[in-house]
T-cell receptor, first 109, second 118 residues
Framework: EDKVVQSPLSLVVHEGDTVTLNCSYE??????LLWYKQEKKAPTFLFML????IEKKSGRLSSILDKKELSSILNITATQTGDSAIYLC?????????FGKGTLLTVNP | GAVVSQHPSWVICKSGTSVKIECRSL??????MFWYRQFPKQSLMLMAT?????????EQGVEKDKFLINHASLTLSTLTVTSAHPEDSSFYIC??????????????FGPGTRLTVL
């Protein structure tokens, strides 16, 4: 059975801090690793990673995949209160996504 | 682009009634749609995968007679919760993807439907 594990499960930081969220996966027929941000409603897409070692960036967020270690990290620099959300990692196989439990990030002013 | 809508956004019903949730891809053709359920403070759990024109594939532990899925067109899938009970109260989210696109695993999520069964 496919499995995705995220850590930490929750994290509280102050504005301006840098955070690193971790994701490890065991997915049969692995195709890609995806990161989503979920606030009050459905998840919004952040990144999709398919190649090992290539960093993807979007503003203060960046992510990288390590296929050897079966893991990925999501970095957020200079955090803001608007970054408070649940960050979901999902491993994609040939036909479906398996989600981790998420990391609840709280950024305090 | 890649917008997915769900209707209704929330519904309250009495125990024993059936509820239908619609999922539409607005600006692309969704060859595959997925239905997820999310309980409070938990992650998204895949319930079933539906391909246009064929029967849905249900995940282990999901009752196909209770959660009826229809994917009759490339832009619409419906989930019907039959004989709903309070334990079915949850956040139901659909997602859609176009297999003909380059980004194989990318799924676009609808805004979700909050179901409360009294």
């Amino acid at each position: 059975e496919d499995k995705v594990v995220q850590s930490p499960l929750s994290l509280v930081v102050h504005e301006g801090d840098t955070v690193t969220l971790n994701c490890s996966y065991e997915v049969t027929n692995f195709r890609s690793l995806l990161w989503y941000k979920q606030e009050k409603k459905a998840p919004t897409f952040l990144f999709m990673l398919t190649s090992s070692g290539i960093e993807k960036k979007s503003g203060r967020l960046s992510s990288i995949l390590d296929k050897k270690e079966l893991s990925s990290i999501l970095n957020i620099t200079a955090t803001q209160t608007g970054d408070s959300a649940i960050y979901l990692c999902a491993g994609g196989s040939n036909y479906k996504l398996t989600f981790g439990k998420g990391t609840l990030l709280t950024v305090n002013p | 682009g890649a917008v997915v809508s769900q209707h209704p956004s929330w519904v309250i019903c009495k125990s024993g009634t059936s509820v239908k949730i619609e999922c539409r891809s607005l600006d692309f053709q969704a060859t595959t749609m997925f239905w997820y359920r999310q309980f409070p403070k938990q992650s998204l759990m895949l319930m079933a995968t539906s391909n246009e024109g064929s029967k849905a594939t249900y995940e282990q532990g999901v009752e196909k007679d209770k959660f009826l899925i229809n994917h009759a067109s490339l832009t619409l899938s419906t989930l019907t919760v039959t004989s709903a009970h309070p334990e079915d109260s949850s956040f139901y989210i659909c997602s859609a993807r176009d297999l003909r696109g380059a980004t194989y695993n990318e799924q676009f999520f609808g805004p979700g439907t909050r179901l409360t069964v009294l």
